[in-house]
């Protein structure tokens, strides 16, 4: 079958997504329920209906698009990624995987491959934890990591609900209605740009990726005692910020102690206050991400994290909390679809790389429910989540024929 991709209507249209953001170009910010966001979808849904694809969209806004098999009972073969940018990021992450999608999708159609199984597009909402402070929500809600008290449970930074932040940007509805049914897809396909140096480096134009390393979150807040940054005396002193750079290093100390290279910990956010440069620090919140292929590997470091904690409050006789935010199982990749996707590159004459992936996706959750893999693509230098993030045309183009050829493999079957 010959699927000819049109690679300039798709860099044409990642080139339009990328204006669509809060932030000066080339920086791109679309943060979950924000106008941007808003307008983005709105977009990206006409797309959709001008490729006469059907769509729908759930009560917190995952999109659905439609492209109805000639067997609609069977169930689905489902792509997809997310739109939504952290702030000052790049115009790759999680895009290429929708406007991917759907241009997989459009050049099956225009082809005349007639599909058996359905092929629907997925577009998630909020794989980036900008807003809530946790990760694809969109698809912990659509797979049952969680539930419906995730309406009040979640909130923003100014303390603002989901349920009520997502009333604002119009998706109503029970969240409950969210969960999808059991067999809903028969496979589950993710397209995306490596967000790591190795394909680039080894020149291998295909990732196959094998399984997702499985991350954990914790809130730490240490709490000590502040004061005047010249009245108070070194040997009196029960300084938050001091106690919490001793934390963060433990992180560090952790996670290279396992000696395994999968293995990563990262102190994201420090917030201090009072803040000011003559005041000794009474309060220091941080934001701890731990992750790993291997969760017992993993679940090791979240301990030494915690014996740490407690040891560094009770030498500086400061206050340390610790809040377990999320502990995620990794997740393996379907032998059937890393299967699908290695025959299809292998035959349009493609070399790929079986590997694993270090950040973490949506597909992490939808391996909960239906078999998942993941296709990756070269991205310049393993650069991500800054706004010299790029992935060349001919990668994309590439990525995108795989994808096609492989939803039409898993489609016919």
């Given at each position: 079958m010959q699927i000819e991709i049109n690679a300039k209507r798709l860099l044409a249209e990642l080139e339009t997504l990328a204006t669509i953001s809060e932030a000066e170009p080339p920086a791109v910010t679309r943060v979950v329920y924000s106008d941007a966001d808003r307008r983005a979808r709105a977009w990206f849904t006409s797309l959709c209906e001008q490729a006469e694809l059907s769509v729908r969209t759930d009560a917190i806004g995952n999109i659905f698009v439609r492209w109805t098999g000639s067997q609609p009972e069977l169930p689905a073969i489902g792509t997809g990624s997310h739109i939504d940018a952290i702030p000052f990021a790049g115009s790759y992450d999680g895009t290429v995987g929708v406007l991917g999608g759907l241009e997989a999708i459009r050049s099956l159609k225009e082809s005349g491959f007639r599909p058996q199984r359905s092929i629907e597009l997925l577009l998630f909402t909020a794989e980036e934890p900008t807003r809530f402070g946790i990760g694809c929500f969109g698809s912990r809600l659509l797979s049952g990591a969680l539930g419906s008290s995730a309406d009040e449970d979640l909130r923003a930074g100014d303390g603002s609900t989901l349920a009520e932040l997502r009333a604002g940007a119009g998706y109503?509805?029970?969240?409950?209605?969210?969960?999808?049914?059991?067999?809903?897809?028969?496979?589950?396909?993710?397209l995306h740009i490596e967000q790591g140096p190795l394909l680039e480096r080894e020149r291998v134009p295909?990732?196959?990726?094998?399984?997702?390393?499985?991350?954990?979150?914790?809130?730490?807040?240490?709490?000590?005692?502040?004061g005047h940054a010249g009245a108070v005396l070194m040997p009196d002193r029960k300084d938050a910020f001091c106690a919490a750079a001793e934390i963060v290093l433990a992180v560090e100390r952790s996670a290279r102690g396992t000696g395994a290279i999968d293995t990563c910990g990262t102190v994201g956010t420090c917030q201090i206050h009072p803040g000011a440069v003559n005041s000794i620090p009474s309060l220091v919140q941080?934001?701890?991400?731990?992750?790993?292929?291997?969760?017992?590997?993993?679940?090791?470091?979240?301990?030494?994290?915690?014996?740490?904690?407690?040891?560094?409050?009770?030498?500086?006789?400061?206050?340390?909390?610790?809040?377990?935010?999320?502990?995620?199982?990794?997740?393996?990749?379907?032998?059937?679809?890393?299967?699908?996707?290695?025959?299809?590159?292998?035959?349009?004459?493609?070399?790929?790389?079986?590997?694993?992936?270090?950040?973490?996706?949506?597909?992490l959750f939808m391996a909960r429910i239906a078999p998942m893999a993941m296709i990756f693509i070269p991205c310049r230098g393993g650069v991500s989540h800054r706004l010299d993030e790029y992935a060349s045309p001919d990668d994309i183009a590439t990525g995108t024929r795989v994808l096609a050829h492989t939803l039409a493999r898993l489609a016919s079957e």
């Open positions: 109503t509805g029970p969240i409950a209605g969210v969960l999808l049914p059991q067999n809903y897809y028969a496979g589950f396909v993710e295909i990732g196959i990726v094998t399984n997702i390393a499985a991350p954990a979150g914790l809130r730490i807040a240490v709490e000590g005692e502040g941080l934001q701890v991400d731990i992750r790993d292929t291997d969760e017992q590997r993993r679940d090791r470091v979240l301990r030494e994290v915690k014996e740490a904690c407690d040891e560094v409050a009770a030498r500086r006789c400061v206050s340390v909390r610790v809040e377990l935010v999320n502990a995620d199982a990794p997740a393996e990749s379907s032998p059937q679809l890393i299967d699908a996707i290695e025959r299809s590159a292998d035959e349009l004459g493609l070399r790929s790389k079986k590997m694993v992936s270090r950040a973490y996706h949506d597909s």
